[in-house]
């Protein structure tokens, strides 16, 4: 059986639904109880459908809370169809508007004003609409203690792509500063090229009708390179050289190898069809043709036919400006000597070289103390400057996780508050002031496994570009699993055969570090897969921009 990169023809949906249902039975027990009896008038909201109760105010305190045990079996991932079929659409489809995005009426009123410090949601045009009162509805009640839950992988992603609402605006850069960067408009040819017939070899333009085997014709003009085109007086030949316009008259260059020159007046030793050694005009590009779309990541080959056409000044989407929070008491930076009990911060590091190595500059600073003001500080000063601000660590339920709380207390809201996957199970993404959020989790795999599946992604969105897609290559190895979570290993791609194929670089652990040595990408498991077997289908996400390239 091959797993499929979710929306690939042939990807199966996933069983995920079911087997929540099956870990959750006695919360079920307790909903289908409380439904048998009709409304339950004594809890506000309750027998009303989940999108037409009323929101809650900010940092409010739910019984049924992101972080309670109750209620939470009503996640958003089983209200619904899942999304899917994003990747395939180019990663741009968002979910639909009740899932992914937040309530019309919500919409309208624009959001409540921010806590204090924060700028108010909409204050960025690209994502502009968020209210930022509440945890999104239906979020409120969703179960973070519930074994192996989480929203469907697919899910999780529609909502996270959909909270970039449009792309960053547009800049001009200068022409050899547009390298890394995303086209914002189409870029039409101004020129023909090339501009004018012109010859490919240095040797003599001639008039195909006028010249037979054998005869002598004197030379009679010279054009080069960079001259106005002459003409061709009729029974000469004309002396041309590489790159000179074509002179009027004449339909054919003869290579000067092919001639013999004497006294003035050359040999044709045989005759070449017409057009021979010519570069006819707009055979390579024709003026107004679209060269560049939108959405494209610019590289010396735009530069080059750029600057062909003498295009100075480019319009690309403006740096998205990213905020890196670390948090753990735990963590020292390089070069700081460890206590015991400390370890070196390697996710701070590990996502500015991979940011970059994606064109993507990102603002980051010591990892913040696991302290709930002193998260609620960074969170706010990160919102007021940043188009997304990331985090690691501090997101799942342990007393020193911090994240979610911090982003609450500032009137933040998430549209994502665990995923089904493994590793990454604690990830949310939503909103914080202007900016938008996305909380990846501690443990390295799991933070780089956030990053290649939801940050690469969402950039690609806010960019206006395609997300890049994953590599389709074989299984170099087989492995049984309990179905249930979407899954990612670092693999090593590598040809046999001809064909790529997929190692594995290390065992399961989603603090391993080592695996990642060896490894160029993770391959991604369906939620329902079962068994993988050498030889079966298997989509992998680059580490660097193969997947953009192979496209
Ligand atoms: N009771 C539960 N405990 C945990 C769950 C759960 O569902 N229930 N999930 C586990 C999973 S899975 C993960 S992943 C982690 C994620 O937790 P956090 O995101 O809150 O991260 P921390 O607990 O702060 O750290 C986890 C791990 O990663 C190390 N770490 C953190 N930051 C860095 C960094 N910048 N560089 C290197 N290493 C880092 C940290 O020392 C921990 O070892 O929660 C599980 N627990
Ligand atoms: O999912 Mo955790 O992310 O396994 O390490």
Known sequence: MSPCWPGRPGSRASTCRARRRRWCSEERGRHARRNSRGPDRSRPGRGVPRHRRPLRAAGARRAGGAGGRRGGRAAAGREGPAPGGAWRRGGLAGPDERHGRLPAARRRRGGAPAAPGLPRSGARPHHAGAGMNAITPGFARADLTCPGGGMPFEEARARVLALAEASLPAETVPLEACCGRIAAAPLQARLDLPRFDQSAMDGYAIAMGAALPGAWLPVAGRTAAGEAPGWLAPATAHRILTGAPLPEGADAVIAQEHVVLREGFIQ??????????????????????????????????????????????????????????SSGRELRGTGQP??????????????????????????????????????????REAAGKADLVLTTAGISVGDEDHV????????????????????????????????????????????????????????????GAPAPRPVVSRAGFALRRRPGRAEFLPVRLHSRDGVL?????????????????????????EAGLQELRPGDALDVLPFGAEGEALA
């Not at 021979?276 to 590289?299: C, F, K, M, S, Y």
């Not at 994502?416 to 501690?442: N, S």
């Not at 570090?513 to 160029?520: C, D, I």
């Open 501 to 525: 194929e997929a190692a594995r670089t290390g065992p399961d652990g989603s603090g391993r570090l080592s695996p990642l040595l060896g490894a160029s990408g993770l391959a991604f498991l």
């Open 404 to 463: 979610r709380e911090a982003l609450r207390a500032l009137g933040g809201e998430l549209a994502v508050l665990k995923v089904a996957m493994k590793p990454g199970k604690p990830l949310a993404a939503g909103r914080i002031g202007g900016a938008l959020f996305l909380g990846l989790p501690g443990n390295p795999q799991a933070a780089l496994a956030g990053a290649l599946a939801f940050l690469r992604p969402l950039l690609a969105r806010m960019a």
């Open 338 to 379: 460890l206590a015991p009990g400390q370890i070196h911060d390697s996710n701070t590091p590990m996502l500015r070289a991979l940011l970059r190595s994606w064109g993507v500059a990102v603002q980051s600073r010591p990892a913040v103390a696991d302290e709930a003001g002193a998260m609620r500080d960074a969170l």
């Open 268 to 325: 044709l030793a045989g005759l070449p069809a017409p057009g021979t050694n010519l570069r006819r005009r707009a055979e390579d590009i024709r003026a107004g043709e679209v060269l560049i779309h939108p959405g494209t990541r610019l590289d010396w080959r735009h530069v080059t036919l750029l600057a062909a056409q003498g295009v100075e000044a480019v319009p690309v989407r403006r740096h998205p400006r990213l905020v890196l929070l």
